[in-house]
């Protein structure tokens, strides 16, 4: 990996966690909860909360955006969620449960000049995203910016962390791995347990049989494990990922990626150590310590 496509990645692990607080904060729980929405379950304000930003989006439309999920999965939640509120509501509601959240995490440093820098750095980068053909990245875009630093950085964070993700689906869609094979080949090189990425509705069947096609293309042995060629495919994607993901920081330079690195680590490290984010998912950042 060349120094440029590891500075991508380390900025994505560094900006992953104030995305993804969104899902597991309390305060976010909470706004759920006030808006209708069941919170036994995570899904319902998951679904929410990710698709509002594409306006009543129905279920078709949400499966290709999310692309892991089983369609048969999102059909049990959209356009169900809209019927609780309106994506208007939920918009408001989720900027709400981010402010509360970062201001309880972040204490005094909410008003710090480092926050406000780095806010200042991410903005730039996510400014510099190239949305053509980015469904999810563009949607978060249109949303226009918060005034507050913290909610800028939170904001940035979001746009590229979904850029990258639609890029990621490209590169997937490059490699001719379908939605379910797509999590199959990612559980056989140890980005996480098979049972963590049950989580995305799909069936033993469906697994089962994801996993004999990709065994048919030399991808993965009878137990289930990567072979070398189903390593190297995966690693290809992962770097195409990485390529795809990369002008925002080229546009800012490396120098200011770095000062961005290094002004968030502090920031991010809160929401790693309260212990709301799970220890493995299916995004894979932690790997098989036995590879």
Known sequence: ???????????????EP??????????ATGEAAALGYPTESRWPRYFAY????????GPELVS????????RMVREHVPAVWEVAAPERVLA?????????????LGDRIDSPELAEAATLARRAAEATDTAGRPMAAANVDLGWPDEPHLVLWHAATVLREHRGDGHLAALL??????????????AVGAAPVEVFASRGWSEEEWGAARERLAARGWVDET?????????????????TDELAARPWRVIGQTA???????????MWPVVESGMLPTRSTLGIVRDPEE
Do not use: C, K
């Open 257 to 267: 990626a770095e000062r961005l690195g290094q002004l968030v680590f502090p920031i």
């Open 174 to 187: 490059n490699a001719g791995l379908d939605s379910v094979e797509a999590l199959v080949s990612f559980a």
């Open 1 to 15: 990996m060349s120094d440029e496509l590891a500075q991508v990645r380390q900025l994505w692990h560094l900006l």
């Open 64 to 71: 290709a955006a999310f692309y892991s999920f089983s369609p």
């Open 50 to 57: 990710r698709a509002a930003p594409l306006g009543a989006a």
């Open 224 to 240: 289930g494990r990567a072979t070398e060629r189903g390593r190297e495919g995966r690693d290809e994607v992962e770097r195409r």
């Open 93 to 105: 509601a989720r900027r709400r449960a981010m402010d509360r959240a970062l201001r309880a995490l």
């Open 18 to 27: 104030l995305h993804a607080a969104l899902y597991y904060a309390p305060e």
